[in-house]
């Protein structure tokens, strides 16, 4: 088996794993050991994948209120965490589906602003990092979403294969989403500079699918973010 992962946020990336090394040296990390999402106060955060709610709890000089999810992968365990919350919406015990609100985003503990720390653990795993890895590389187009969900880039039948155009992004930053719209959950970012080939075009709003499930916009709001190479 293989741990799959839902963004448990929409929102643009802040600072990603292993991160800003001096200012984590005094938590006895290398780097950052999650992945932030800087949104707003209040913002519903969704369970990235099923499980159950190992914790509620309140880390003063670190995680503030946050919500720790425990999963099995085969016989493996791990957790998920969800961190400087206003409040969890789940109780320890409780078991969870992916996509459900477990608590409402906000500023509490080591925080400079508003937003969510998330981080997986998985335990034995990396110890310089004291079992937390990176969690980019596990989040999915399609997580544990319900097959009969017709948002499955499956679904996408009015989009048009592209002949391999190669594209190099243009803003500062550019969110990946598992759809063609920003209705869509982000799973990765692209930085300016970096360069992608086209697979799939949905013409309605022009979006471009790189890989499977990982979409972006050709242009957003009258901002072009991508040029042709």
């Avoid at 509490?108 to 590389?137: C, R, W």
Wanted: aromatic residues 10%; contains cysteine; neutral net charge.
């Amino acid at each position: 088996m293989a741990i799959k992962l839902i963004v448990p946020v929409n929102g643009p990336i802040t600072q990603l794993f292993g991160e800003n090394p001096e200012r984590y040296k005094q938590w006895g990390f290398p780097g950052h050991n999650g992945v932030d999402y800087g949104i707003p106060n209040g913002t519903p955060v969704g369970a990235a994948v099923a499980g159950t709610v190992a914790a509620v709890a309140f880390e003063n000089g670190g995680y503030g209120n946050y919500v720790k999810l425990s999963h099995m992968d085969g016989s493996r365990p791990y957790f998920t965490y969800y961190a400087h919350l206003a409040s969890a919406a789940v109780s320890p015990g409780q078991k969870v589906k992916a996509g459900i609100t477990v608590g409402f985003s906000n500023n509490t503990g080591a925080s400079t602003g508003p937003h969510l720390h998330f981080g997986v653990k998985i335990e034995g795993q990396n110890p310089a990092y004291k079992g937390y890895v990176d969690p980019m590389p596990l989040f999915t187009a399609g997580g544990e979403v319900d097959p009969t969900d017709t948002t499955s880039t499956d679904q996408f039948t009015d989009a048009v294969k592209l002949p391999n155009l190669s594209f190099e992004v243009l803003s500062d930053f550019l969110n990946v989403r598992n759809g063609p719209g920003v209705e869509f959950s982000i799973v990765g970012q692209l930085l300016k500079g970096a360069k992608i080939t086209g697979k799939r075009l949905q013409s309605k709003s022009v979006w471009i699918e790189y890989e499977p499930g990982k979409w972006c916009a050709v242009a957003f709001n009258g901002i072009v973010n991508l040029k042709v190479k």
